[in-house]
Nanobody, 123 residues
Framework: QVQLVESGGGLVQAGESLRLSCVDSGRTYGHLSMAWFRQAPGKEREFVAHINPSGDRTAYADSVKDRFTISRGNTKNTAYLQMNSLKPEDTAVYSC????????????????WGQGTQVSVSS
């Protein structure tokens, strides 16, 4: 069973950085795509970034491109989200998700989720 745990959230000022981690604490499977989504208060869940099983192909939402970087650990059972130049509009609960095979920007394509970590950015 895949179990995901996010960490690294916190309260920062605009312009600062955070790095989120998503760790598979259960059984590790190969060929898993990983993704980050976020949900701000009163808003729908939003795609942030995803990465393929090999870790060599990524995609980003326009709102975070050139500021955020998704990557995988060497063991491929972790995913990181480096967030630079944070803005107040980045404030949200960030969740990681995994699926077998190719990645997706659609949250409905993912069946396994972590509990999320809060990111708050003040101006």
């Amino acid at each position: 069973q895949v179990q995901l745990v996010e960490s690294g959230g916190g309260l920062v000022q605009a312009g600062e950085s955070l790095r989120l981690s998503c760790v598979d604490s259960g059984r590790t499977y190969g060929h898993l795509s990983m993704a980050w989504f976020r949900q701000a208060p009163g808003k729908e869940r939003e795609f942030v970034a995803h990465i393929n099983p090999s870790g060599d192909r990524t995609a980003y939402a326009d709102s975070v491109k050139d500021r955020f970087t998704i990557s995988r650990g060497n063991t491929k059972n972790t995913a990181y989200l480096q967030m630079n130049s944070l803005k107040p509009e980045d404030t949200a609960v960030y969740s990681c998700a995994v699926r077998f095979g190719q990645p997706s920007m659609d949250a409905h394509d993912f069946r396994i989720w972590g509990q999320g970590t809060q990111v708050s950015v003040s101006s």
